[in-house]
């Protein structure tokens, strides 16, 4: 794998593992007062979007990557309605 | 342009505003405590990680969103910082 397909790897493997420790913040503190709705749901909208996309192009590290991200602030949204 | 290209630009758009709202929460609220700190520092460095491989592909819509993105997030990472 050459270096910018390996740039691109480590950059959505960043991007997408960042919710990890949001998700278990808000789980261990039962508090996501600080996180904004609109935030969470027009990221989330975004999120999707890009997932409808890559599914259309058939590119599996765009799909993947949004997923789970889109899967980790699912948690995370759930999270914030369930602790208000 | 494209459906294929309007969604895309469309998902850029959504997942870079949303950290609008964010920051004038943290801004208004003068509380950032549960935005978890490693997400802050892991989702920026993700994201210049894309800034840099936009840079070198030399494309236009992976800097600009990853650029305001990051830009965002830096000014919510100050907040968080200065009203700790």
Partial sequence: MDFINTL???????T????LPQMFQTWKTKSA??????MLITFMTGLFLWL???MILGAVPI??????????NLIILWLKIKYR
């Avoid at 990557?65 to 889109?70: P, Y």
Wanted: proline share 0%.
């Fill in 16 to 19: 997408t593992i960042a919710f």
């Fill in 63 to 72: 799909i993947m990557a949004n997923g789970i991200t889109l899967f980790l």
């Fill in 52 to 54: 409808v996309y890559g």
């Fill in 33 to 38: 007062k600080d996180v904004s709705f609109v």
């Fill in 8 to 14: 691109g790897l480590a950059a959505g493997t960043l």
